[in-house]
């Protein structure tokens, strides 16, 4: 290991700039790249970055103090092979720069203005185009804020835009007094070197008559390394006058911030301009956007509390006579949030209908024999999943669910439908996959074994994801009907009830035949009446007539 000591790059002849944070603590392993402090002048923040990764060893400077351009920042520990490597690359960036600087002086480097552009005369003023000056080498420079709009009479160096690159900002200012006619850039936007900013109309003065209006002199140059802007301006006087370009916020309005706290502003989705800032000199800082998203969460989870769900008040219930507590079991837990959330956020509609099952129940009784040689139980749910199936492929609104924004539906190309099941552990939906590919033989010897494992309280999590559509059947038990709630983010669910003998009228006569309710609940966001009434007379004439579902 070899130590290195670092200082601050060229700042564009800057003196006395403050050292406003220090990113790093001694023992502190770095990459290159990584910001070791960030500089901060009247009108501008700028991060120094590491040039090479190494370990901390000593720091010598502290918040607060004020530095120039060679000001020994820290000393860090480098590896030999590293150290050498970066030497050769300082050598040939250093040769590189020179001829860089060379080629830019003999070009020479002006701020563009409207004087390369012939101005239009309207009277007593003219028109002025504002393009972008140099950047020293950058392109596709992001616009971040336009803090002008047309029709806003502006001052001489006012600020019309601020552009950021990843370790900087930069304001361009109005080199001249006037009313801004039209704008040419927009938020985001990226920009070059001469690209048109904005038409400013200004008013003609008598001694402009005889020679162009001379803009101050105004060269902006980017440290390689840093990746960082520094405006230098010159009066007509060619005296220095040197500054960071200040970052601003939205038209009229001031957030002072620097590159890397608007960077995580804009990756959290915060509003600089809401939040407080406790740096110094009004400086809003990463702690402090730290601070303002987890008081915006609070104040969202404490206003989602109080407005959708009013506190049941607690009742001593062993003042009225004996009293037993047990915990819910983690699945009884479980499926208490999940149907909680789902009907806080879904608006739930029921529509009611009868399947007239008699045949199917005969047909039913005639195959009790195979299934006993198969060692299954042929019940009638196997044929309620194909009849869903067929519904679910012939209407696919059901067969979708909504993206979380709510702008979207997404219609799945298969068809898994879940079976409601009471097991020792609670309420369990496993799910049998590819309903449609499948026959009523091996739909019933999947459902026999998925019941198994419930009982057992072997159901991976595997075996309940992934549902389409859900079928809640309390036939055995009783009921003429119920409305389940739906098993979000699937679209609808099937409530069964209890099948009933009824008279239906048929052939000029009543006759008694089997009807089964049928409740369906479904995701009014999603979902019509019109599509559930649709649905419902497919899935009743499939399970009325079962050959239709080998059609």
């Known amino acids: ?123 007593s003023t003219e028109v002025k185009s504002v393009t972008v000056p140099d950047l020293g080498g950058a392109a596709d420079v992001e616009v971040i804020e336009v803090n002008v709009a047309v029709g806003d009479p502006v001052e001489e160096d006012a600020t019309l835009l601020v552009l950021e690159s990843d370790k900087a900002s930069m304001e361009l200012p109005s080199p001249f007094a006037g009313v801004v006619k039209s704008l040419a850039v927009n938020v985001n936007d990226k920009v070059n070197v001469g690209d048109l900013i904005a038409e400013l109309e200004v008013e003609s003065r008598a001694e402009d008559s005889g020679a162009a209006v001379e803009p101050a002199s105004e060269k902006v140059t980017i440290e390689e390394n840093a990746e960082t802007p520094v405006t230098q301006t010159s009066d007509e006087e060619g005296k220095g006058n040197d500054h960071l370009a200040l970052p601003a916020s939205g038209a009229g309005s001031s957030v002072y911030a620097g590159p890397a706290v608007r960077l995580m502003a804009r990756e959290l989705g915060v509003d600089l301009a809401q939040v407080p800032a406790t740096g110094p000199r009004g400086r809003i800082v990463k702690e402090d956007v730290q601070a303002f998203v987890k008081k915006s969460m609070a104040e969202s989870r404490t206003g989602a509390e109080s407005s959708v769900l009013p506190a049941v008040p607690e009742i001593d219930f062993s003042a009225f006579g004996d009293v037993e507590e047990q915990p819910l079991s983690r699945i009884q837990r479980l499926t208490a949030n999940a149907m909680q959330r789902s009907w806080l956020n879904v608006p739930h509609v029921a529509h009611f209908d009868e399947a007239d099952i008699s045949d199917l129940e005969e047909f039913r009784a005639q195959n009790k024999d195979k299934a006993k040689k198969r060692n299954l139980k042929l019940t009638f749910l196997p044929f309620l999943l194909k009849a869903c199936a067929v519904a679910l492929r012939e209407h696919p609104q059901f067969n979708a669910s909504l993206s979380p924004s709510g702008e979207r539906l997404i219609y799945k190309k298969y068809c898994h439908i879940g079976i409601a099941m009471d097991t020792p552990a609670g309420l369990m939906v496993p799910v049998i996959r590819d309903v449609d590919q499948k026959g009523i033989w091996e739909l019933a010897e999947e459902m026999s074994a998925l019941g198994e494992k419930g009982q057992e309280g072997k159901l991976s999590k595997a075996d309940i994801e992934g549902g389409c559509f859900t079928i809640s059947s309390l036939g055995a038990i009783g009921g003429t009907g119920f409305t389940p709630i739906v098993n979000t983010p699937e679209l ?51 399970l009325a007539d079962i050959r239709r579902l080998v059609m």
């Open 1 to 123: 290991m070899s130590d290195t000591l670092i200082k601050v790059p060229d700042i564009g002849g800057a003196e006395d700039v403050e050292v406003i944070e220090v990113n790093v603590a001694v023992g502190d392993h770095i990459d290159a790249e990584q910001t070791l402090i960030v500089l901060e002048s009247d009108k501008a923040s700028m991060e120094v970055p590491a040039p090479q990764a190494g370990v901390v060893k000593a720091i010598s400077v502290s918040q607060g103090d004020k530095v120039a351009e060679g000001s020994d920042i820290l000393t860090l520990a480098v590896a030999e092979s590293e150290a050498g490597a970066r030497e050769e690359e300082r050598e040939s960036h250093d040769e590189a720069v020179e001829a860089d600087n060379s080629d830019a002086e003999s070009a020479g480097v002006v701020a563009q203005a409207s004087e390369q552009e012939p101005a239009a005369k309207t009277g």
């Open 492 to 542: 609808a669910i099937l409530g069964v009830s209890k099948t009933q003998i009824k008279p239906v009228y048929m052939n000029d006569e009543f006759v008694p035949r089997k009807m089964l309710p049928l409740t369906m609940c479904y995701d009014h966001r999603a979902v019509n009446g019109v599509d559930a009434g649709k649905f419902m007379t497919c899935l009743t004439r499939l």
